[in-house]
């Protein structure tokens, strides 16, 4: 383990052999490091926060510290960050504000510089924040997702698989998976380049795809397009489509930006 002679190092704090800290880097209370990640100089990380193997914590990222919430009076909560994930500068991490609640990153996921996840967020995996890209407290952010740069979204809004969201974005309601999402938040397309790079199908895209235009591209209204979507869902992306549609919203689901003649989404991104 090589740490600078500057660092200060909570005694109850435990890393794995294999850590490497940096100059004047804080790891304050019951901190858990896992192997081989480096933490560059000024990172702060305090609370019960654990921190998974072979991340990267970039200058000035602050991990696990006080939610941002007045009504948080210093109880017991969690902040986790999975394998693989890098914070980039001054990211900022909260642990939850509920006692014995946790804000949960996942694995493989890129955090950059000044983007801030709130307290009770649940990130999956392989989830990408671009800079200055903002998350509320109790904020879900499915696997494969992508905020672009200055990306604010409101507290309790769920974001599905594989999104992506427009640069400085305002993100108020659920935004429904795969889908491509303007800066008013609303869902201009399918993301079809997206669902080929990571891996799926193409009957798989064709039938998300056809869902798609049930839900915005044939005048019906959005409950019925949905119980349409959730009694015919028989294709794997079809299906978790379905799930999200049905599952608790405390926000509400986000519809289709509307262009100025046809009135239409469009489905697809470009090529």
Request: glycine fraction near 12%.
């Amino acid at each position: 383990m090589a740490i600078h002679r500057s660092a200060i190092i909570d005694a109850s704090a435990q890393l794995h052999d294999t850590v490497n800290v940096g100059p004047n880097c804080v790891i304050d209370g019951n901190v858990r490091i896992g192997p081989r990640c480096r933490l560059y100089q000024g990172v702060y990380v305090t609370g019960w926060t654990q921190i998974e193997a072979d991340c990267v914590l970039h200058p000035g990222a602050i991990v696990g510290h006080e939610p941002q919430d007045t009504k948080y009076g210093g109880e017991r909560s969690y902040c986790r960050v999975g394998r693989g994930t890098i914070l980039r500068e001054y990211v900022t991490v909260h642990r939850g504000t509920i006692p014995e609640s946790e804000t949960v990153i996942g694995e493989d996921c890129f955090l950059l510089a000044g983007s801030h996840v709130g307290h009770n967020c649940r990130v999956g995996n392989r989830v990408t924040l671009i800079n200055a890209a903002l998350l509320a407290g109790h904020v879900e952010v499915h696997d494969g997702a992508i905020l672009s740069g200055g990306a604010a979204v409101h507290q309790f809004v769920r974001i599905g698989q594989l999104v992506m969201v427009s640069g400085l974005a305002r993100v108020t309601m659920d935004l429904i998976p795969f889908s491509l999402v303007d800066p008013e938040g609303r869902v201009v397309g399918l993301n079809r380049v997206g669902l080929r790079r990571a891996g799926f199908p193409s009957d798989q895209i064709r039938d998300l795809r056809l869902a798609y235009r049930t839900l915005f591209g044939q005048g019906v209204p959005f409950r019925q397009a949905t119980e349409q979507i959730v009694e015919s869902a028989e294709s794997p992306l079809v299906r978790r489509l379905a799930d999200f549609l049905v599952a608790d919203s405390r926000r509400g689901i986000a519809g289709a930006a509307r262009d100025a003649v046809g009135g239409t989404c469009k489905t697809d991104n470009p090529e």
